[in-house]
Nanobody
Framework: QVQLVESGGGLVQPGSSLRLSCAAS????????MAWYRQAPGKQREMAAF???????IYDDSVKGRLTISRDNAKNTVYLQMNSLKPEDTAVYSC?????????WGPGTQVTFSS
């Protein structure tokens, strides 16, 4: 059974950095494209970053230059390095993999700005 588990979220301040992890099990994630999505309060879920099996990446314009997606195939894990965080980055961050047309999602990890 395919499972994705995100971790690394928490309380942050403007300009700070955070690294999120998405650990996969039940699947050889190196064979599949992986993506990080985020859903801000009151908004629809949107894709923030995408990485192909070969390592090619795509980013939403709102995160280009600040977020970096990477993968460690030996650990079956995908990361999202988040730098220069802004209040509008507050969201639940989830990772996704699609196997044989079926999408699998993790439960998500919350990133929240402290006041």
């Amino acid at each position: 059974q395919v499972q994705l588990v995100e971790s690394g979220g928490g309380l942050v301040q403007p300009g700070s950095s955070l690294r999120l992890s998405c650990a996969a099990s039940g699947i050889n994630s190196s064979l599949y494209a992986m993506a990080w999505y985020r859903q801000a309060p009151g908004k629809q879920r949107e894709m923030a970053a995408f990485i192909s099996p070969g390592g090619s990446t795509i980013y939403d314009d709102s995160v280009k230059g600040r977020l970096t997606i990477s993968r460690d195939n030996a650990k079956n894990t995908v990361y999202l390095q988040m730098n220069s965080l802004k209040p509008e980055d507050t969201a639940v961050y989830s990772c996704k993999v699609t196997q044989w047309g079926h999408p699998y999602w993790g439960p998500g990890t919350q990133v929240t700005f402290s006041s």
